[in-house]
């Protein structure tokens, strides 16, 4: 009888797995499922940046911010997925900046596309780490990438607002969900995706922050 028990129990914590499974993917599914995707993009980023270029809005065009001293970097320091991922080192200092890295995607038409961005980031930020306000998880997706970012009244001009970088839950990583529902690839059939934290305080310090598990899928 225990033993029967036991077989319950296991199958019975077998289905709320596959259940708990479904539920994690369902809006992924859901989304693809009247527009399959035409390709799809993974990234670890353990053997580099795998393509991805790093930038900051100092050194991309006409440099915004009063100098300071934010870079992105590839690190084994901490890993979502594997051993590496990609460490933006954000310098408060000036109370402003970006830091981005971008890549270009072949989206297999010149046709108006749906490009899907999701990744993972670890913050220790569980507020704002001066005064000014919080610092946040970014995103660009275009025909051509952003070769001189402007800080504007609503934001950097060409980047999209996704979430704060900060979580009450403490350190840890986060995941973050971008979508553009209609980009017209360049001519030449591809599109440009950036992902970014915008420096929103000021704050005598680096805060590092780690990005891994990128998926862009194009639809
Ligand atoms: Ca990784």
Redesign the pocket.
């Known amino acids: 009888m225990k033993q029967e028990n036991r077989a319950r129990y296991a199958l019975a914590r077998a289905g709320a797995l596959v259940i708990a499974v479904i539920a994690a993917f369902a809006p992924a599914t859901a989304s693809a499922g009247a527009n399959a995707p035409l390709a799809e993009y993974q990234?670890?980023?353990?053997d580099g940046l795998q393509g991805w270029t790093p930038k900051t809005d100092q050194d991309t065009g006409t440099p915004e911010c009063s100098p300071h001293a934010s870079e992105v970097v590839h690190s084994d320091d901490r890993?979502?997925?594997?051993?590496?991922?990609v460490n933006f080192r954000a310098d408060g200092t000036h109370d402003c900046g970006l830091l981005w890295i971008e890549r270009r995607f072949d989206a297999g038409t010149t046709d108006p596309v749906q490009v899907a961005l999701t990744l993972s980031l670890y913050s220790e930020d569980t507020g704002d780490a001066g005064a000014g306000g919080l610092n946040r998880v970014q995103a660009h997706v275009g025909a051509d990438c952003v070769t001189d970012p402007v800080l504007g009244g609503s934001g950097w001009d060409g980047f999209h607002d996704i979430a704060p970088t900060s979580h009450t839950g403490g350190p840890g990583w986060y995941g973050y969900y971008f979508k553009h529902n209609q980009v017209t690839p360049a001519a030449d059939g591809t599109v440009c995706v950036g992902q970014a934290v915008k420096i929103a305080s000021t704050y005598p310090f680096v805060i590092d922050y780690y990005l891994?598990?990128t998926t862009v899928t194009i639809s």
């Open positions: 990234y670890s980023y353990e890993a979502k997925d594997g051993t590496h991922s891994d598990e």
